[in-house]
């Protein structure tokens, strides 16, 4: 199948992780269901209730729609999206998206709306896109990936979201406890751009989603559109500085802080301890253990992603 020549006719295969999102998981499903039914449209779906399944069950997607000429279709929280695109990006198919999570960086930065019955109808009207993907050591990103400080604050904030729900409010709480606590320092060993740089950081993230970057004020995002990924940390800080940093985020000025660095890049290489040590990296919101050294890089096949034409976009922010 040529990606970027749909007919409208190609059956969806719609990976739905039921544990995902705010939504009720039946609720979202019988949405999903009865706009593709009143449209005429082919689909099968294909729920998934534990996260350690998803990858199985995206790649049996992606060998369905290869098989009836169809679309791959996520459906849940950031995690959820990358986990099918790690199966999607490579094999030609389009991809398509029906954001189901907290924040939904990825969805938002192309105008997909959070509403599923918005997005159902939006993906029916969609057109395949090339979007660029990072990659660490074979695994795929959409939004960001990091080390440190900042997978123990998704940890955290996993854990407060099944005690008090799923919201904006919940995460941002979550946060503020999590920093209160003493933190370890990282020792880098940073290859990038012909030169080699070591410092010591609390967390180190490399992101892939413009909106993101925007929305913190890292100036470095124009490098997204150049082919490149940005990575981002801070110096060693105390509690109050990480404060300070978080609150210079939400006014979209933390690349204006003394203790942050930011820079964009073709290819970073992240030395910690010796070659071989498994360390804890977050891949959009999901835990991995990963050996270093990292390896950083843009993908080298984009993901072809199904994007409604503008008048059918929501707000990005």
């Known amino acids: 199948m040529n990606p970027t020549q749909l007919s409208g006719q190609e059956p969806f295969f719609i990976v739905l992780n039921t544990g995902s999102g705010r939504d009720d998981a039946q609720d979202v ?28 069950v995206a790649q049996q997607a992606v060998t369905r729609a290869r098989e009836q000429g169809g679309i ?23 991809f398509g998206i029906l954001p189901q999570g907290t924040f939904n960086y990825f969805g938002r930065t192309y105008g997909i709306a959070q509403d599923t019955e918005l997005a159902t109808r939006c993906l029916l009207a969609a057109q395949p896109e090339p979007v660029q993907v990072g990659v660490v050591n074979g695994r795929t990103f959409l939004i960001n990936a990091s080390l440190g400080l900042y997978p123990q604050l998704l940890a955290d904030r996993e854990a407060y979201k099944q005690r008090y729900g799923r919201s904006r409010l919940v995460a941002v709480w979550s946060a503020l406890v999590t920093l209160a606590r003493a933190h ?22 490399v992101g892939n989603n413009a909106l993101q970057l925007e929305q913190i004020g890292i100036p470095e995002v124009d490098d997204l559109n150049r082919g490149k990924l940005v990575a981002m940390g801070s110096k060693p800080i105390g509690t109050w500085g990480l404060y300070g940093l978080v609150l210079r985020g939400w ?26 040590r498994r360390v804890k990296v977050a891949l959009d919101g999901e835990i991995f253990w990963i ?16 994007v409604p034409p503008p008048s059918m976009q929501a707000e990005r922010a």
């Open 72 to 94: 791959v279709v996520a459906a849940g929280g950031d995690g959820t999206l990358s986990a099918v695109a790690q199966a999607v990006i490579g094999s030609g198919l389009p």
């Open 291 to 306: 050996d270093t050294p990292l390896e950083f890089n843009v993908a080298e096949q984009p993901l072809h992603l199904l």
């Open 29 to 56: 499903q019988a949405t999903i269901q009865r706009v593709l039914d009143e449209a005429g449209r082919r689909y099968e779906l294909m729920p998934v209730d534990e996260g350690a399944k998803l990858p199985a």
């Open 251 to 276: 006014l979209s000025r933390l690349g204006e802080a003394e203790h942050v660095f930011s820079f964009g890049f073709e290819k970073l290489t992240v030395r910690v301890g010796r070659p071989g």
């Open 184 to 205: 370890r320092q990282l020792s880098l060993v940073l290859e990038y751009e012909g030169q080699t740089r070591k410092l010591r950081t609390p967390t180190i993230v």
